[in-house]
């Protein structure tokens, strides 16, 4: 199986007559204006996978990573996959809350659990730039 694709977004949505996906809000590199830290960013993790050579169905484990600036592992998910003979592509949709606390980069991985030479991993990395000196008393 081959990771085609990985992003991050705020949501997204299937169109159940067509089976496409919307995403909403894509996350890119960003700047947090706000005094309080630190902040719990709602982030959906969308990954496309694709069958290779294999023509059985696929039993595989995934493994979702999320590193703060300073590289300390700040979430981590294990997601099994099935991917059923007559599939040629599978969706991951993962939901959860990225942990904002200094400006860097956060870098998300996605690891196929299975592959022992672990050849099969993309990265997202997204740069925060916080501003804490923001009176919000004027807004």
Known sequence: ?????????????????????????????????????????PVQIIATLKRMDELEKINSIFQIKITNPVEQEIFTQEIKVVMEAQHVRQRLRVNTHLPIS??????????????????????????????????????
């Open 1 to 41: 199986m081959k990771i085609e694709h990985l992003i991050l977004a705020n949501n997204s949505s299937v169109d159940m007559e067509t089976n496409l996906l919307s995403v909403f809000g894509f996350m890119e590199d960003f700047s947090i204006m706000t005094p309080k830290l630190p902040l719990l960013l």
């Open 102 to 139: 200094a400006s860097g980069n956060y870098c998300v991985f996605l690891i196929e659990k299975n592959n022992p030479s672990l050849e099969r991993i993309i990265e997202v990395k997204i740069s925060v730039i916080i501003n804490p000196n923001v009176d919000l008393s004027k807004s």
